[in-house]
């Protein structure tokens, strides 16, 4: 796993060469984005053809998720994102136990990573347009989505079909942390994506 910098790295292009020194050692490998990352995702297949083996894009976009999201561009600053971060744990504190675990794992990632930095992703995914990347990547591909995704709704993975219908899509109980609510679903459609294609070559 390669973990984004908390501090700095915003846009896609100062991320993938953080990517790629990072995984510069490894011979091979399937390269798994999630949310913010999924473009991210297909930048690196496309840089590293010769190692990448299959990507998998789980709850996310290939252009901006959410017509909302371009309208209220505007508060993508950090004051914004910091009443809206404060906004969301409102909810976590009143229903969640201060033991539960996904409480504690939204805590500790809201502390390690600054509303400037997170106004800084959101301002760059609302640019974002990797419809070509999909479309011509060499590598097979997994669409894992959320049952009830409302961060980045279902048609999301219809435009990621409609550009791309070859994408093998997995659909997963669960919201926009699907990947991390429900790992069993989850582990088990990549496991099969890999067993699948290992078989194949």
């Not at 990352?37 to 252009?63: N, R």
């Not at 600053?77 to 404060?86: D, E, F, H, L, Y």
């Amino acid at each position: 796993m390669v973990c984004f910098p908390s501090v700095n790295g915003s846009n896609y292009m100062e991320l993938l060469a953080i990517v790629r020194e990072a995984l510069s050692d490894c011979p091979s490998f399937y390269v798994l984005g999630s949310s913010f990352a999924g473009p991210l995702a297909l930048m690196l297949a496309e840089a590293e053809t010769e190692k990448v083996k299959g990507v998998i894009l789980a709850t996310t976009f290939v252009s901006p998720p959410r017509k909302l999201y371009e309208r209220l561009r505007f508060t993508a600053v950090t004051p914004g994102i910091w009443m809206w971060r404060a906004c969301r744990r409102i909810p976590l504190w009143l229903q969640q136990s201060r033991t539960d675990q996904l409480r504690l794992d939204k805590s500790e990632t809201w502390r390690r990573v600054s509303s400037r930095v997170v106004a800084a992703r959101i301002r760059t995914l609302l640019q974002v347009n990797a419809r070509e990347l999909l479309r011509d990547c060499p590598h097979p591909i997994l669409c894992i989505a959320g049952s009830e995704d409302a961060v980045v709704p279902r048609h999301n993975v219809e435009e990621i079909l409609s550009v791309r219908p070859s994408v093998q899509i997995r659909m997963i109980e669960g919201h926009h942390f699907a990947l991390y609510t429900n790992p069993t679903a989850s582990g088990a459609a990549i496991a099969e994506f890999i067993r699948m294609k290992e078989q194949i070559e």
